[in-house]
């Protein structure tokens, strides 16, 4: 079992942010006011990097205009000696975090996850599921029937669907639309592999026709800047090794070294690559060495025997996107054994939550524990965000000059009104 598992070199991130994605961020605010459901879509292998924070100004904003505070209600309860008034009608107000693909991580996180998110997060329902298990989508139109059902006084519910580019919410309203529409029901929108499908706001498709239930889908939106020094750099690879970014902006080897790093942090006894490789083949730290023991196994070679390692990376990353990520998936709670004299042992859920497991926590290593490594992951990962903010890393420098060239631009505009102003007064 590895025992030390370093991290790779990563590159600096690249920027990729077309135009339609910053027209749809500037039109979210007015969209948000026809708005009673947020149907806000994650991956579940990056339930913390597939978090758009460009969402949350306009989301806690629409949300405080519908009185809603920290995951109740902003209305002020009457004297216990007044007498009780009739309940206001209140606006639909939700915002429902999905989790897409749940049937590529590890089932034992999910409760756990669940129970950490509604401890950090009260405001925010969360919701797991994979678009090819029927009962997650009757789940999910049923929750949503529910909703419009809790506000009978509206004609009709209005759902809007958000998140990054490539996590499923064209997929997901295909699904929802053939659930909940009795008959045969045309697929309505376009999908694909790829990021970037869909480029503007769709017209309402209808989900549900008792009670009526209408959704748009929407751009996905990346994060214009992902970010300086390493944590930026993490973040670009792990966006593109889910397809959420444009292909061809990062190296295909280096893709690899981090999904081999990953992957030894998943299950560092057993990890899932170790079924490609030849029988009794240990677990590998070295890409290059991983790679030319792949390439040898699928016979990519090169003139004179040479492994062919650009080749074997590519079907590697393809590999784990198909077929590898439920193999990954299937790792145990904990290894099956842990090397003589080791202190704590190294474990992942997803890519983004990574945590430490003493020698003494292995025997009380329940739900309870994992929901608690979980919150520490979570707090971690909100102390950077903020720490990233307070220190300019959430923009490049590039937008910071084209911001303070706006802001002269706009004091120069202020001081020549007001010396047209002061020429009127005269």
Not at 81 to 94: D, G, H, I, K, T
Not at 350 to 374: C, H, N, P
Request: glycine share 8%; proline share 9%.
């Amino acid at each position: 079992m590895l025992t030390h598992i370093p991290f790779p070199p990563l590159p600096a991130p690249p920027s990729w942010f077309p135009g339609h994605m910053l027209q749809f961020q500037r039109t979210l605010p007015t969209l948000l006011n026809k708005t009673d459901v947020v149907l806000e879509l994650r991956d579940a292998r990056l339930p913390l990097t597939s978090i758009n924070r460009n969402f949350e100004g306009a989301l806690q904003k629409w949300r405080r205009e519908r009185g809603k505070v920290d995951g109740v209600t902003g209305f002020v309860s009457p004297e216990p000696s007044s007498p009780p008034p009739a309940p206001p009608l209140l606006p639909a107000c939700e915002r429902v975090v999905v989790f897409s693909k749940r049937d590529l991580v590890p089932e034992w996180g999910i409760k756990p996850f669940q129970r950490a998110m509604a401890s950090k997060y009260p405001d925010q329902r969360t919701f797991f599921a994979s678009w090819n298990r029927t009962r997650d989508i009757k789940a999910l139109n049923e929750l949503l029937v529910s909703l419009a059902n809790d506000h009978p006084h509206k004609p009709e519910l209005n759902v809007l669907v958000v998140g990054m580019p490539n996590v499923g919410k064209s997929t997901l309203l295909n699904a929802l639309r053939n659930i909940g529409i009795a008959g045969p029901t045309p697929k309505a929108l376009r999908t694909s592999a790829q990021p970037g499908m869909t480029r503007v706001l769709s017209t309402r498709l209808k989900l549900s026709v008792a009670p009526l239930v209408y959704a748009y889908d929407s751009p996905g939106v990346m994060l214009p800047f992902l970010g300086k020094g390493d944590k930026g750099a993490e973040r670009g690879v792990k966006l593109a090794l889910i397809a959420g970014i444009k292909e061809g902006l990062y190296d295909t080897e280096t893709l690899a070294s981090y999904l081999l790093y990953r992957l030894n942090v998943l299950d560092p006894a057993s990890p899932a690559y170790l079924q490609l490789l030849p029988p009794g083949t240990p677990p590998l730290l070295d890409v290059q060495e991983f790679l030319e023991a792949l390439a040898q196994r699928l016979c990519m070679l090169k003139r004179g025997g040479i492994p062919d390692t650009a080749r074997a990376a590519v079907w590697f990353i393809k590999w784990w996107r198909e077929e590898g990520g439920l193999a990954s998936a299937a790792a145990p709670v904990l290894p099956p054994r842990s090397a003589p004299g080791q202190e704590s042992i190294r474990r992942g859920w997803g890519f983004d939550l990574e945590w430490g497991v003493a020698s003494a926590e292995t025997g009380r290593y329940d739900e309870a524990l994992i929901q608690a490594k979980m919150e520490e992951c979570i707090d971690r990962f909100e102390e950077a965000a903020k720490e990233e903010e307070r220190d300019g890393g959430a923009i490049s420098s590039t937008q910071e000059k084209k911001r303070q060239k706006e802001m002269q631009r706009a004091r120069q505009q202020a001081r020549s009104r007001a010396r047209l102003a002061a020429k009127k007064g005269r």
